[in-house]
């Protein structure tokens, strides 16, 4: 069974801060990843995707990849309270037929 | 405006009262599926399609049908819905060059009584 897991949370951080959101991933030899975001309500929006071993940066976000440990984190800097939401992490295994995705992690921005 | 778009948004049914959830896409993409959201499940794909009239199974096929006769296309049908179908639904495409992202329709969500 493969599979993607996330913490559920909820992630509680002050304005300002630093958020990390963390996902492990069952396939190793998967080659895409992506975190989207989700409002209640409101459909999956992407936010970040990787595919190589190590950081990618976009504003305020940085996704980091680390294939051998078979893990993949979401940092959000400055966080503001409208980044409140679900992060999901999605993972595309191989053979590239299917991108599974975890359960989800709250996160909650304190103003 | 490139969109996946669903409908009907709200849908309540009763047991066994067949029921088509719609999809269509503008932005030509080749892959397209379905997926159950359900409070701390997280998306479950339900059925996906690599092209016209080739479609596979996810990991909840149970309940469900698909068809793909046009490229833009994709909907879901529930022959004999029964109350453990009730869910929120989401339609997504991709254009499925390598490791492409999932473009995500507004959702369904179904109540079945």
């Known amino acids: 069974q493969k599979e993607v897991e996330q913490n559920s949370g909820p992630l509680s951080v002050p304005e300002g801060a630093i958020a990390s959101l963390n996902c492990t991933y069952s396939?190793?030899?998967?080659?895409?990843f992506f975190w989207y975001r989700q409002y209640s309500g409101k459909s999956p929006e992407l936010i970040m995707f990787?595919?190589?071993?190590g950081d990618k940066e976009d504003g305020r976000f940085t996704a980091q990849l680390n294939k051998a440990s078979q893990y993949v984190s979401l940092l959000i800097r400055d966080s503001q309270p409208s980044d409140s939401a679900t992060y999901l992490c999605?993972?595309?295994?191989?053979?590239?037929?299917?991108?599974?995705f975890g359960a989800g992690t709250r996160l909650f921005v304190k103003a | 405006e490139a969109q996946v778009t669903q409908n009907p948004r709200y849908l309540i049914t009763v047991t066994g009262k067949k029921l088509t959830v719609t999809c269509s896409q503008n932005?030509?993409?080749?892959?397209m599926s379905w997926y159950r959201q359900d409070p701390g499940l997280g998306l479950r794909q339900i059925y996906y399609?690599?092209?016209?009239?080739?479609?596979d199974k996810g990991d909840v096929p149970e309940g469900y049908k698909v068809s793909r006769k046009e490229k833009r296309n994709f909907p879901l049908i529930l022959e004999s819905p029964s109350p453990n179908q009730t869910s929120l639904y989401f339609c997504?495409?991709?254009?499925?060059?390598?490791?492409?992202?999932?473009?995500f329709g507004n959702g369904t969500r179904l109540t079945v009584t």
């Open positions: 997504a495409s991709s254009d499925r060059g390598i490791g492409s992202p999932l473009h």
């Open positions: 396939d190793r030899g998967s080659q895409s």
């Open positions: 990787i595919y190589s071993n």
């Open positions: 999605a993972v595309i295994f191989t053979g590239g037929f299917k991108t599974i």
């Open positions: 932005m030509n993409h080749e892959y």
């Open positions: 399609s690599m092209n016209v009239e080739v479609t």
